[in-house]
């Protein structure tokens, strides 16, 4: 068990099985998309890691950037979804493939989704790690899975709890 703040969290998900679901996302868009140069688009701050690993694993050419969204408070979405960063390229013609690190209420894919929308891209698909299929409320396809998880809320790997717990190589799951 470990103790971020005022909540503790119990061990959850591997690290091992995170890699295991990362190489096997990242082989699935190659299978799609090795003839084109995929541009990945990772949401932070929470998907540092994910983007990092995937690349290791996606074996053709492609670009990467980032782009900053928020929604969460504490433990809870805030249900309203700001763009802190945004991307700064014509993507007019290209495959955008969004890499998350967590889907749960589908707020921040509606977002991203009207953003890309007015880009004129040529493909847009979306690849999370962890999806809550119990929370999101959400009509928009999510093309990738890593893993699905139920609707508790996660720290590691990326996710954090007001800050803390980016840095752990697991994911462990609040203790209620």
């Not at 700064?88 to 889907?103: A, F, R, S």
């Amino acid at each position: 068990m470990i103790q971020l703040h005022d909540k503790q969290f119990v061990p959850f998900i591997s690290a091992q099985e995170i890699d295991f679901a990362v190489a096997k996302i990242a082989g699935l868009v190659h299978d799609d998309f090795a003839d084109e140069t995929p541009i990945f688009v990772g949401v932070l701050n929470g998907a540092f890691m994910v983007v990092s690993d995937f690349m290791k694993y996606y074996k053709s050419p492609c670009e990467v950037t980032f782009i900053k969204m928020a929604s969460y408070e504490g433990t809870s979405s805030s249900n309203e979804v700001k763009q802190l960063i945004g991307l700064n390229q014509d993507l007019t013609g290209k495959t955008v493939i969004i890499l998350e690190d967590i889907v749960d209420t589908g707020n921040t894919l509606v977002a991203l989704k009207e953003l890309f929308k007015k880009q004129n891209v040529k493909h847009f698909k979306i690849a999370t790690l962890f999806f809550k299929p119990e929370a999101y409320k959400q009509n928009i396809k999510i093309d990738y899975v890593g893993i699905r998880i139920p609707d508790k809320f996660i720290v590691g790997y990326g996710l954090d709890y007001n800050g803390l717990g980016r840095n752990l190589p697991e994911i462990y799951q609040l203790n209620d």
